[in-house]
């Protein structure tokens, strides 16, 4: 049994999480969110490497992690080579799936779900500029979407009509195709497609991101108890901020066989 470590700002990690756990329910998975700076897609770029980076290493030192996932686009855009720069583990990251996307589109239109950070990246714009030049590619960048994935998760009902609103500006376009470029995004797939139809494909990276992983890890089979698992679940949920009420969230966790929230103690910068 391997450990694996997964980051994010908030929920939509579990969206990486849940593709690689069903891929490879035998290691153990701490999942690890810093809802103190969320959301990141409105953080400074300093400070967002700077948190990463404390806490991604803090965590693998005192877990003996040996793979880590950075499942959040908006950092992994601009994080990764400071966290290998400064880790043993390998680091696998996620960012937009515009190349199968590009491909995928039949029109040669498609369009890009991202937080507003991810759209102005230079790293999104070189994918663009490598993999979808026979494409036209609009970019909308919609911090609330990410809001409602956390909402949702939390037991709340998502706002059909605020995300149609949202997603009004590519009415008019012939975009066949959305990239889900943020992994909140794959969390919210269902309302997405009610309110946006035209979409015939919405493209998220947690299936190549799980064959990745299992290409790194190779595919032992040998499944042990831990003296960490805690009351059945061995997977353990950390995160930053001291907000105290999670019982919904602990809810949704439990059934995706993750423990209750830790908190961190990383405050807010
Ligand atoms: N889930 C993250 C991403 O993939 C970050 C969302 C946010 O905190 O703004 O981009």
């Given at each position: 049994?391997?450990?694996?470590?997964?980051?994010?700002?908030?929920?939509?990690?579990?969206?990486?999480?849940?593709?690689?756990?069903?891929?490879?329910?035998?290691?153990?998975?701490?999942?690890?969110?810093?809802?103190?700076?969320?959301?990141?897609?409105?953080?400074?770029?300093?400070?967002?490497?700077?948190?990463?980076?404390?806490?991604?290493?803090?965590?693998?030192?005192?877990?003996?992690?040996?793979?880590?996932?950075?499942?959040?686009?908006?950092?992994?855009?601009?994080?990764?080579?400071?966290?290998?720069?400064?880790?043993?583990?390998?680091?696998?990251?996620?960012?937009?799936?515009?190349?199968?996307?590009?491909?995928?589109?039949?029109?040669?239109?498609?369009?890009v779900?991202a937080?507003?950070?991810?759209?102005?990246?230079?790293?999104?714009?070189?994918?663009?500029?490598?993999?979808?030049?026979?494409?036209?590619?609009?970019l909308?960048?919609?911090?609330?979407?990410?809001?409602?994935?956390?909402?949702?998760?939390?037991?709340?009902?998502?706002?059909?009509?605020?995300?149609?609103?949202?997603?009004?500006?590519?009415?008019?376009?012939?975009?066949?195709?959305?990239v889900?470029g943020?992994?909140?995004?794959?969390?919210?797939?269902?309302?997405?497609?009610?309110?946006?139809?035209?979409?015939?494909?919405?493209?998220?990276?947690?299936?190549?991101?799980?064959?990745?992983?299992?290409?790194?890890?190779?595919?032992?089979?040998?499944?042990?108890?831990?003296?960490?698992?805690?009351?059945?679940?061995?997977?353990?949920?950390?995160?930053?901020?001291?907000?105290?009420?999670?019982?919904?969230?602990?809810?949704?966790?439990?059934?995706?066989?993750?423990?209750?929230?830790?908190?961190?103690?990383?405050?807010?910068?």
């Amino acid at each position: 049994m391997k450990t694996i470590l997964i980051f994010d700002s908030g929920v939509g990690g579990l969206s990486v999480y849940q593709e690689i756990y069903r891929q490879m329910p035998q290691h153990q998975y701490i999942y690890a969110f810093d809802d103190a700076a969320f959301p990141y897609g409105e953080l400074e770029e300093p400070v967002l490497i700077e948190r990463v980076l404390h806490i991604v290493t803090s965590l693998s030192n005192q877990h003996a992690v040996d793979l880590v996932v950075i499942a959040c686009n908006t950092a992994s855009t601009i994080v990764l080579p400071h966290l290998r720069a400064s880790l043993t583990q390998p680091v696998v990251g996620v960012v937009p799936a515009i190349k199968p996307a590009a491909q995928m589109s039949q029109t040669k239109v498609v369009g890009v779900l991202a937080t507003p950070a991810t759209v102005k990246r230079q790293y999104t714009q070189s994918l663009i500029a490598e993999f979808a030049t026979d494409c036209e590619v609009h970019l909308l960048g919609a911090t609330r979407l990410v809001e409602m994935a956390e909402m949702k998760l939390r037991g709340h009902r998502v706002d059909l009509n605020e995300m149609a609103e949202i997603v009004n500006p590519w009415l008019s376009t012939q975009i066949d195709t959305v990239v889900l470029g943020c992994t909140h995004f794959p969390l919210l797939k269902q309302e997405i497609s009610q309110v946006f139809p035209q979409a015939r494909f919405l493209i998220d990276s947690g299936s190549a991101i799980a064959s990745r992983v299992q290409a790194l890890l190779g595919t032992e089979l040998d499944i042990e108890v831990t003296e960490l698992e805690q009351g059945g679940i061995k997977n353990l949920t950390y995160h930053t901020s001291d907000k105290s009420d999670h019982q919904a969230l602990n809810d949704s966790l439990r059934a995706m066989q993750l423990s209750n929230v830790n908190c961190l103690h990383y405050p807010r910068s």
